[in-house]
């Protein structure tokens, strides 16, 4: 593929934010660029990456390869991402995920034969205070079970755009990673508003409730720096020591815990 003269375009004014001489640093951004042309970071993506930032395909190549995000070959519409690590993989995600396998006919970083949805298994996605939980596009969808991950997975095939739980409406992938390139998307409800959710601030609702803070911490304090010439003198040469096993230093028996019986009160 060629790219065309307003993707250059956009990658000149990617390469315009970083200072001169450090355009390297727009790497990620234009590997986002390219993913949203063709869905996917080709070779031909990898090339233009290489010849506008003045570095090696290797260089890009490595980079690319690195991240989960940079997909390495043609991807659907929807990327169908399923958590599962031990939390949500107990709660119900295993059989999530298993459901969609048998549903879509594809298994992990595959998709089906009509183009529109990539399946994944995810190690873990951030959100075990919504566990289960998949994402479509990197936007969350809940507590899911087998029965609602099919039902979200032929809304997509019916070309519906099924509102997260959470954030901001459903794109496409491509759309997903021209934001990700750092250019706004114009589409209503593109930007997710609201606060956090009861589940993720259980915690702090808990702290404030029994009167739990962190001790002794003045975010005020000045960090002491050490004087690299004092370090480096003949008389301030401290000899080598081994380091002492952690276990040395552990008192005998746990010291006493309030927030653990705080905790242990307010879940009766």
């Excluded at 970083?109 to 298994?121: P, S, V, W």
């Excluded at 289960?132 to 519906?160: C, H, W």
């Excluded at 496409?172 to 114009?186: I, K, N």
């Excluded at 008389?235 to 006493?256: I, L, M, Q, R």
């Amino acid at each position: 593929m060629i790219f065309t003269e307003t993707t250059r375009e956009r990658a000149r004014q990617i390469i315009a934010r970083y200072p001169e001489g450090r355009s390297r640093s727009a790497l990620l951004p234009m590997l986002h660029l390219v993913q949203s042309e063709e869905g996917y970071v080709s070779a031909n993506g990898i090339a233009f990456c290489a010849e506008m930032l003045g570095l090696t395909r290797a260089e890009v190549g490595a980079v690319a390869t690195f991240y989960t995000m940079y997909k390495r070959k043609p991807t659907g519409d929807w990327l169908v991402s399923v958590c599962t690590n031990t939390m949500c993989g107990v709660l119900g995600g295993d059989a999530a995920y298993k459901a969609l396998e048998e549903y879509l006919g594809v298994h992990h970083d595959e998709t089906t034969a009509d183009g529109k949805i990539t399946l994944e298994h995810a190690e873990c996605l951030a959100a075990c205070d919504y566990a289960p939980v998949l994402t479509v596009n990197y936007e969350y969808f809940d507590r899911v079970d087998a029965d609602s991950a099919l039902v979200l997975a032929k809304q997509l095939q019916n070309g519906e755009r099924p509102h997260p739980h959470r954030g901001a409406r459903l794109c496409t992938l491509r759309e997903m990673s021209v934001q990700l390139a750092g250019f706004a998307d114009d589409r209503e409800g593109a930007v997710g508003e609201g606060p956090a959710g009861e589940p993720t601030i259980a915690g702090n609702r808990l702290a404030e409730r029994y009167a739990i803070s962190v001790s002794g911490f003045d975010p005020d304090t000045p960090i002491k720096r050490p004087d690299p010439d004092a370090a480096t003198s003949p008389g301030n040469v401290k000899p080598a020591t081994a380091s002492k096993p952690a276990s040395d230093s552990k008192p005998a028996g746990d010291a006493p815990m309030p927030q653990k019986a705080a905790i242990k009160e307010a879940s009766k």
